[in-house]
């Protein structure tokens, strides 16, 4: 399953009732039966700090909003919102959000809050990002975020789930960030380790097996390669 529908689509969509700090959805993206992303209109007034998470929900049945932490998955300097969602079966939120719609509305409360950020890291060479499932949302901000290769030389992005299919949002993440205008020219410095748990796939595993056991250092450690200039081989140089 992978289905993606714009505001284009479904710009005659009736009109919403307003709801306290709405947004609206101009996006959506079904991955599997428990994933979608979605996109959204960004307040004017918001500023945020890649990795961090707002409050964002719909009202219920008795009109009152029902908010949950989301992170914001888009980079700080993205003009919409980009979010990864979960859907729970039985779950308040998502087994009504789950049904959203482009050109539909959202509450977004626009406190964004977080310690998944860069200020809260120490300097160093390289920077490791493990998530499983929907965890790689604050990442996926990260690493479309230029601050981050301004700090850290290498990035190594691990994503572990389940199934290939629940893996596709970060690969397909991965695989636009080279042709990205602002963000293209670190691709290479980021390394990505996608591996799944249950269905097969060339890359499996817990992170935390991979990492006890070394396989991931192994795996990255590719063999240095190194050219020669034989103009000066043997003459004594
Ligand atoms: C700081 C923070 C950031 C978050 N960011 C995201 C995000 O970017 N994307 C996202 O989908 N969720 C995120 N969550 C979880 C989110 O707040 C909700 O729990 C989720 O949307 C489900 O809401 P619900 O009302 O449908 O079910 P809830 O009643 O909230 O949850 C029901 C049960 O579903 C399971 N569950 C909930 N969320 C997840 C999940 N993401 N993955 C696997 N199992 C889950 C748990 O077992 C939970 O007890 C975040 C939570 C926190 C605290």
Known sequence: MNELSTVTETATAKAAPALPDAQEVTEVQHYTDTLFRFRTTRPRSLRFRSGEFVMIGLLD?????????????????????EFYSIKVPDGALTSRLQHIRPGEQIIL????VGTLVLD?????????????????????????????????EEVVLMHTCRT???????????????????????????RYYPTT??????RMGRITDNMTSGKVFDDLSDPAEYVVEKAFVGEGI
């Open 120 to 152: 809260a890291l120490l300097p160093g060479r390289r920077l490791w990002m493990l998530a499983t499932g929907t965890g790689i949302a604050p990442f996926a901000s990260l690493i479309r975020d230029p601050e981050t290769y301004e700090r850290y």
């Open 61 to 81: 049945e008795r009109g009152k909003p029902l908010l949950r932490a989301y992170s914001i998955a888009s980079p700080n300097w993205d003009e919409t919102l």
């Open 197 to 202: 748990t249950r269905e097969e796939s060339p």
């Open 164 to 190: 290939v299919a629940e893996l596709a949002y970060g690969r397909d993440l991965v695989a636009a960030l080279r042709d990205d205008p602002l963000i293209g020219e670190f691709a290479d410095r980021l």
């Open 109 to 112: 409360r626009p406190k964004p």
